[in-house]
């Protein structure tokens, strides 16, 4: 009894470590604590307790983690961003109830071509350096790399016709 008791308190003091660190995913905190050698009935045992108490909530770390992702150089569009949460453990459907939000909090296609144009245009200025300068090939480039980051086809080429209307002024 004494041993199981230290055994769950360890168990409850890793993930909170975990945690404290960042927010994850209920799956994602159980693969990981299952990794550290605690028993799947303990480490389950402590996932219900940690979510009736709102400690963890999929949904919350879905919405945490989308709004980090689509700010600054790490923006993702929304494929991506459902394969990555779909890569932490997160639902589907609690994935995509989260990139509803976001569209629910402003015009969709919008916030996500913003996030691109930012992303295009920082690449842009790298892609230009290179000498000899090809914009046939920059242009390839900048597609391919908006497309790895998850952002649609019809997106990636708003972005690349912005770049390139903002090039050819003076």
């Given at each position: 009894m004494a041993r199981a008791a230290r055994t769950e308190e360890a168990c409850r003091e890793c993930a909170l470590r975990l945690l404290?660190?960042?927010?994850?995913?209920?799956?994602?905190?159980?693969?990981?604590?299952?990794?550290?050698?605690?028993?799947?009935t303990v480490v389950q045992a402590l996932l219900r307790?940690?979510?009736?108490?709102?400690?963890?909530?999929?949904?919350?770390?879905?919405?945490?983690f989308i709004e980090e992702r689509m700010r600054g150089s790490g923006a993702m569009g929304h494929a991506r961003l459902r394969s990555e949460l779909r890569r932490r453990g997160?639902?589907?459907?609690?994935?995509?109830?989260?990139?509803?939000?976001?569209?629910?909090?402003?015009?969709?296609?919008?916030?996500?071509?913003?996030?691109?144009?930012?992303?295009?245009?920082?690449?842009?200025?790298?892609?230009?350096m290179r000498k000899p300068f090809d914009p046939l090939r920059a242009g390839n480039a900048l597609l391919r790399f908006l497309a790895g980051r998850g952002f649609s086809g019809d997106t990636c080429r708003r972005v690349l016709d912005a770049v390139n209307r903002a090039a050819e002024e003076p």
């Open positions: 404290a660190q960042r927010a994850h995913a209920v799956a994602e905190l159980r693969r990981k604590l299952v990794a550290r050698g605690f028993g799947a307790d940690f979510e009736r108490t709102g400690l963890l909530d999929d949904s919350q770390f879905a919405a945490l997160v639902d589907p459907e609690v994935a995509r109830a989260a990139i509803d939000q976001l569209r629910g909090d402003g015009d969709d296609e919008d916030t996500e071509f913003a996030s691109a144009l930012e992303l295009g245009r920082k690449k842009w200025r790298l892609l230009a």
